[in-house]
Every structure is written in structure tokens, then in C-alpha cells.
């Protein structure tokens, strides 16, 4: 690896970026590891490109810290900075040719002999041979990987990727993600990707971080945020959730109590967030399966019964959304595996799940259920 | 019915072109009138073929020393105002300030106001000041009218500018001196570059702001407008013809560089593209 | 792993700087702005205000003499008594010449902008061609066209539209045909600019929902064209109504127009007061027109 400048992390420290009344972060703190690569997720205006921008130096910090390693580089001017960004459109300079928009940064640091590493530079990202062209005559794939190049060849400690597959299409961006991944473990370089996809998030980056109206939701693996997510937000953000409203009552052995919509029901005290209080019961929607009544419910699992109010086929899975007797509706994805026939619409049955795939989140008292199905949007409510 | 449709489709086309000619008829004039030798001084109508107006442009020689003139005054004052425009265009697009609905007023009315109330009121204020009249008075005149158009040709060209083209280059390692001279400057250059021709235009051209504030200086179209009582010189279509098919020429040359730029451009590698999709 | 192991390192991490302030900034638009600002103040805006104190000066007071501030506002209607028909027939021409430019004007920008294809640039540049030749010289050259020996004059004799002694040159026809060619390509360039930005497909879906092509233009195009409209007749009609050029060379003194009576009175009679007093109406009545005009185009649908 070519690390010849000091090791280190990337760090925020109670970073705040106020825009008049309008605060864009809010008192942010993480440490990205160097050599990781990272992703900042949340819908528009959550602030995760504000933040970007701060560590580019594109914008001013109202307050707080940017660190890399143990220097602070909030005041630095941008062109003072070890870190390198792939805008978003990526903003190819169109009247320079590929080679000279990639050979940029080296020419600006007084280098003179730019060619290998040019040409090195446009292997690395599949383009040799296009060094003459301009970049109105790419492809917007073509274009993202000269975006790519030219931020890399700085060796930047930090590259920063804003919205980097945005303009792309379906199938070019699944095939970017891969090459960008690919990339990054190629060069070691850590890379803070700030995306609203998180799809894109998930399949790319080690560590997610979830902001919501300036504030980091939740930070973690992809895996870990998926399977326990430590709020609402995050439940609904990441994938689709049911969200029982209800109350825990305490510990009782290794499980929390959870009384909900009159019924009783436990989750495992390693997967309940609070223990008491007014808490959501969640179940993301393909832990749930669907049986003809209480007696076919395997033991050790919980359930809540209904009629089935909606059933959407498409194609690897079925979509049923069941009502339960007090009215809400559950989301349940039924995978298509050729185990167990289609359901039909009004059909009387009893959804369950195993606790340990069940998690217990802090609820505003008052707030009701949030199965919110069928909604791949991330909810309103979020900053904007 | 087939040709009530035939006409409906086409007529708009039909008038257009009936219209350019009533454009251009006037252009064929003083082409076939720079050819003519007329029968008197006061005629302006085709007499016989000649090329000697041609052979000798400046058979007048005042004529010629009014073109020459002009096109002093027009580089003068060319100069001058798309410094003036280009630095006020920056400012209004890339800064805020106050005051900025009086500066965008200031820069709007000279091209509101009638030329012939800005030429009277130079005229009252070099009289009222005691400031005799001449070349330099002229270029004050042209520098004030062309920096508007100035500003406006700047300011449209630099606000469809993406500002994060600056953003990337400071953020690859350009100062804001380096942002400026290798981004900011290359991108906005044609439109500087039209402002400057459009002055130059402007200037060449202007005949009732100078005819207020000239004094004794003749500019090309004061001795145009001087003749047109005593008797025009067919030279005066010599040099007519001749700026038009020159700015023709430029207008040609320039679109042709273009095209060419792009063809050549394209004709260009098609290496890679094989390696790029086989290598991944 | 390979690629960037290679690389040699860049020559030094850039050293920290000490925090810039955007301060630094503050002054700049002003220094940008100060050299034309003061130029346009100086050389547009302080001659305004000297016009208008030179239209107050006692008019019996002469250039060799000086004049004396009198706060003379009899000057005004004194100069409208006596040269209101040359701002009465300055209107009227440049209004004439504007319908008769819009007539021809709006079939070439919605050509030029829809029909065109690839000739497109082809017909802009021969709009603006014009442009490239003297304004006088152009002028002049309808003096040969409108000639009482022209081939134009003959065959309108031929059939019967002028009589046997019938002439163009020196007529109001000629001052308005010379207004019309001399700025119609101020109104054409605007609305191309509109129009050019016309979905086609917008007058299909308007075909498509009944509407005649008559209806689909009134209804959708003029419209959408209204921007560029609302510019172009501007840009034609203010310098249009300031000329003087046409009215002299094409017309008689039985033409001349606003312009000429105020060109004389500078240069000629060297009568200031006059004169300032003159211009001064002349830019009221433009802007009143302009304003009202802006006002109606603004706030109503037009049609």
C-alpha cells in the first residue's frame, strides 16, 4: 500500500453547520478508520452532503473539528487538503481533454512529468486509449470513472464520493458499485461515500451511518443496521419494518416483556434497545409467515392473527398485507420457493415469527404503529 | 386537399424566406453599387460596371481616414468596456452585495434610453464642463454605451457556468488565482470574446451618439452621413461591402473551427473501448 | 494493489495555513463594480441630470453667451406647441413600422426556430447579416431601391399601385419601410429565443385535444412566445422612435421626425434649452409607453 503520509482516521468532532436559522449538522461526531470505506446515507437535505462539503472545504464548519489523523483541517483552504472529491455529476472540466482533466491535481502540485501516472490512472479505471477525448464524448459511465481517476491519482488520504452513480442508470450503477468496490480495495484508500440509496449503501460499504435532520440515526454494518436498528427511522429508512406499538414491562429471564394491542409477547434483552417504557415491537416483513390458525404455529414463536387484506405477486415473492383485529396492517413477504400455496384475499390467518428475529425500539408515547408497508420511499417527516 | 395541406405546411417558410430577402436586398445594393461608376455625384442609381472603386478605396482620402479613425475609436473603447463589463459581470454574479437592484438599474437603462437622449445629455454636460469635443470625448461616449451589452453578454455566459467546476479544481490542489486562470477564464472567454466583437460593432457603427459629442472628428459613419448631402463617393459601398463580407468571413471561419473541432474529436481514439469492456 | 503502489509520492503534503476568513472578500464586488459604476454614473447618469437642469435654463440666453438657471419649465409647452406633430409623427411611424415588423418578424423567428432543421444557424446568421454592413451605408442603399428609376418604382407604376408621377423616395412610405428593415432584426432575435424553447410536441398535444392550428397558436404559442415578444417590439420600438436617420435620408423635412427636430436644435440652431426640453419628453413619453405597456403584457393575458 502506498501510505508514505502519516497513518490516520478521519475524524469529526462536534461538527456543526448552521445555514442562518437552518441547521444542516448538528454537533456531529464519528471516526471513519482509515482505509475503510463509508458510507453517510439519509434522504435529501438530512445534511450528509453538508457534512461532505466540510470535509472537502467547500464549506465552513459553524463549529467543530475535522481531523485526519491528529491534525485539524476544518480551516484549511481545499486545495490545502490531503482529500479528493468525485462530484456529484461528476463536473468534468469541458475544455480540457481526459488526460489533462486527470492530470489536474498533479500539474496543479507543480509535477511535471504526469504521463505514466496519467496513463497508469485511466488502466486502473478501464479507460486507456480515451486520453485525447473531451468529456462531452463519454458515456456518463465513462465520464464517472475519469471523475474517479482524477480524484485517485492525488493518492488522497480521504476520497470523498458524493452521489457518485446518481446520474447513472440501473444497470450501470450496479455495475459501477462493483468497480468502485473493487477500486477501493485496490488502492486502500478510506472512501466516505454519501448516497440517499441504500441499496448502494448497503452493498458497498463496510460501515452505514443513517442521518436524519443533521444527526447520525445509527452507525454500523450494513448487516447489523438491517437486522437491529436502533430507531424508528433507521427501521423504516432501511428496508420496510412493522412497528407494534406497545409497552415493556421489564426484564423476566433473558427476554423483555412486551405488551402490545392486548397480547403479550418477549424479545431477547440482547435485542430490546430500552426495557421500559413505551417501545416498538419490529419485525421486518420477510420474518414473518403466515399459517391457517394458532395451532400451526411452530413452538417458541410468537404471532398475532388476521385477514389477509392485499396480496401483490411479484415474482421472487408474494406481498400480503394483513389486517390484524385492531385495525393496523402488517407487511409479510412470502418468498416464492414453491413451499406452500398462494393465499387468497380475505383468507383468516395467523402471522408469526421467531423472537430473536424480532427487535424492541424506544417509542414516542402516543405514537402509534408504523407498518407502513409497501412504501419504498424513505417516510416524510425527514428534514428536507 | 392534398395541396391546401402542401401550403400549410410550407407558407411560414415561404414568408420567412420573402422576409430575409427584404434583409438582404440592401446588402445586394452596395455589393452592385461598390461596382458602379455613377453618372453624377448626387445619383444613386446603377450606372456602369466598374472595378475601379475597388483597384482605389481611398480615391477619397478623407473617407479612408475616417474608417481609420473609427476603428481606433472602436478598439479604444472596445478594450475599455469589456474590462469595465467583464469585472462588473463577475461581480454581479459571483458576489453578493448591496445594492444590487441599482447597480442592475445603472447597467439595464443605457440600453433603454434612446440613443439620442444619451448623445444630448453627453453634449449638455462636455458643454456645461467647458470639455471640447473630439476623439476622446467620442471614446467616453462608445465606452458608456457598450458596457452594458458588455455585462450582459458576460453575465449570461458565466452564470450558465457550473459553479462546481471551480470546486473540483480547487479541490484538486488549485489556488483561487490557479481556479481562475485554468477553469474559471477558458470557460467564460467566448463569452468575453462576443462581448468584445459586439462592442467593437457597437462602436464602429454608432452614428447618432458621436454625431452629439465629435466636434470636429469624423468618424466612418459622420462621413457617410456628411456625403449623403454632398454627394456620396462609390467607395463608400467599397468599404460597405468590404466589412460585411470580412465579418461574414469571421462569423464562417469560426462556425467551420468548430465543426472541425468536434469531427476531429470524435475521429479520435477508438482504442480502449475494446480493453474496457474485455478486462472487466 | 499494483497501480498506485507505483506512483511516486507527491512532492509534499500541503503545509496547514492559518484559517482563512471569508473577510477578505467583502470588498471585492466593489472594487469589481467601482470602475463601470463610476463610469456609467459619470458619463449616463450625471448628463441625465445636466439635460434636465439645461431644459430649465433661460432660452433666450445663446451658447456664446451662456445661459442663466432660470428654472424655466415654460419651455416645455413651449416646445411641445410648437413641434407636436414631429413627436405625433414619430409615434405613428415607429408604431406602423412595429406592426409591419412584427408581420414579417414573427413568421421568420417561428421558422428560423421550428421549421428550419439544419439551416437553422444559416437563416440566424442571415438575419443578423445585415448587421455586419454600415447602418448608413444600408440606409442609403434604399435610396437606390425606392429610386423614381428603380425597377421597384416601375413596376408598381407598371401595375397601376403608384400613379405615372407616384414616388417611394421622400414619402412616409419609405421612412416607415427604412424603420421596419433597420430594426427588425432587434425583434426577430428575441422572439427566435422564445420560440426556439417551443416544445413541438406542446402544439401536437394541443392538435390532439381539438384545437385548430389558429386556436393551438393563440393558445400555446403566442403565449409562450410572449417573453421574447414583450423584449423584441421593445428593442425595436424605443430606438425606432428616437431615430432621425430614416426620416432624413429616406424623407423630406415633410417626414422628419422628433429626432431631427432635436438634432437641429443641438447642432444647428444651438437653441439648448430647446433642445434638453425636447429630449426630455422624448424619453417621458417612451418610458410612460414602456411602462404601460410592461404593466398590460404583465398582468393580463393578452387576446
Known sequence: ?384 | MRISRWVADRWVMGVALLVLFYLSLPILVVAGLSFNRPSSRLSYDFNEFTLDNWKQPCATSDMCDAVVRSMEIGLIATVVSTILGTLMAFALVRHGFRGRSGINGLIFLPMATPELVMGTSLLALFVAAGVPQGFWTIVIAHVMFCVSFVVVTVKARLSGMDRRLEEAAMDLYASEWQTFRRITLPLVLPGIVAAALLAFSLSFDDFIITNFNAGTTVTFPMYVWGAAQRGIPPQVNVIGTAMFVIALLLVGASSLRGRRARRAALAAPAVGAGTATSRS | MTALAQLPTSSGEPAAAPIVRRGRYKLLPYLLLLPGAAWLLVFFALPLLQLAAASLYDPSGSLSTGYAMTWAFGNYPDALQAYWPHFVRSFAYSAIALVLALLMGYPLAYAIAQKAGRWKNLLLVAVVAPMFTSFLVRTLAWKTILSDNGWLVGLLRDVHLLGPDGRLLATPVAVVLGLTYNFLPFLVLPLYASLERLDYRLLEAANDLYASPLRAFQKVTLPLSMPGLIAGTLLFFIPATGDYINAELLGTPNQYMIGNVIDSAFLVRLDYPQGAALSFLLMAAILAIVFVYLRKAGTEEVL
Not at chain 1, 58 to 86: H, M
Not at chain 1, 234 to 247: E, I, M, R, T
Not at chain 1, 293 to 300: I, N
Not at chain 1, 321 to 344: H, K, P
Request: net charge neutral.
Open chain 1, 1 to 384: 500500500m502506498g501510505h508514505e503520509t502519516p497513518a490516520g482516521d478521519l475524524r469529526l468532532a462536534n461538527l456543526t453547520k448552521r445555514f442562518g436559522v437552518f441547521t444542516a449538522v448538528d454537533d456531529l461526531s464519528l471516526t471513519i478508520p482509515q482505509g475503510s470505506f463509508f458510507a453517510l446515507l439519509g434522504a435529501s437535505g438530512c445534511g450528509k452532503t453538508t457534512t461532505l462539503r466540510m470535509i472537502a472545504g467547500l464549506e465552513q464548519p459553524t463549529g467543530g473539528q475535522v481531523l485526519l489523523g491528529d491534525r485539524d483541517i476544518a480551516g484549511l483552504r481545499p486545495y490545502k487538503r490531503p482529500v479528493n472529491t468525485v462530484f456529484q455529476s461528476y463536473a468534468l472540466f469541458p475544455h480540457l481533454d481526459i488526460h489533462e482533466n486527470v492530470a489536474f491535481g498533479l500539474r496543479r502540485r507543480g509535477i511535471r512529468q504526469v504521463t505514466d501516472q496519467v496513463e497508469r490512472m485511466l488502466a486502473l479505471v478501464q479507460l486507456e486509449g480515451y486520453g485525447r477525448r473531451k468529456p462531452a464524448q463519454l458515456s456518463g459511465g465513462q465520464q464517472q470513472r475519469v471523475a474517479l481517476a482524477r480524484a485517485l491519482i492525488n493518492q488522497p488520504q480521504v476520497l470523498l464520493l458524493d452521489e457518485p452513480l446518481g446520474a447513472l442508470d440501473l444497470k450501470l450503477r450496479r455495475q459501477m458499485q462493483i468497480e468502485l468496490k473493487r477500486i477501493q480495495t485496490e488502492v486502500g484508500i478510506t472512501f466516505v461515500h454519501v448516497t440517499h440509496d441504500q441499496e448502494e449503501a448497503m452493498t458497498m460499504a463496510d460501515t452505514v451511518a443513517v442521518m436524519n435532520a443533521g444527526r447520525i440515526e445509527q452507525l454500523g454494518a450494513p448487516a447489523e443496521l438491517y437486522e437491529y436498528p436502533a430507531t424508528a427511522f433507521v427501521a423504516n429508512f432501511l428496508g420496510q419494518s412493522n412497528l407494534l406499538a406497545g409497552d415493556a414491562g421489564g426484564h423476566s429471564g433473558g427476554d423483555v416483556l412486551v405488551a402490545a394491542h392486548g397480547s403479550r409477547f418477549s424479545v431477547p434483552a440482547g435485542r430490546a434497545r430500552v426495557d421500559r417504557g413505551p417501545v416498538f415491537l419490529g419485525v421486518r416483513p420477510e420474518k414473518l409467515h403466515l399459517v391457517g390458525g394458532p395451532d400451526q404455529v411452530p413452538a417458541g414463536h410468537q404471532h398475532v392473527g388476521g385477514v389477509v387484506s392485499d396480496a401483490s405477486y411479484v415474482g421472487v415473492s408474494t406481498q400480503y398485507l394483513v389486517r390484524t383485529a385492531w385495525g393496523s396492517e402488517l407487511s409479510v413477504f412470502a418468498a416464492n420457493s414453491g413451499v406452500g400455496g398462494q393465499l387468497a384475499v380475505g383468507a383468516t390467518v395467523t402471522a408469526h415469527w421467531d423472537p430473536r428475529h424480532a427487535f424492541v425500539l424506544p417509542r414516542e408515547s402516543g405514537a402509534d404503529d408504523q407498518t407502513a408497508p409497501l412504501l419504498d420511499e424513505p417516510p416524510v417527516g425527514v428534514a428536507s
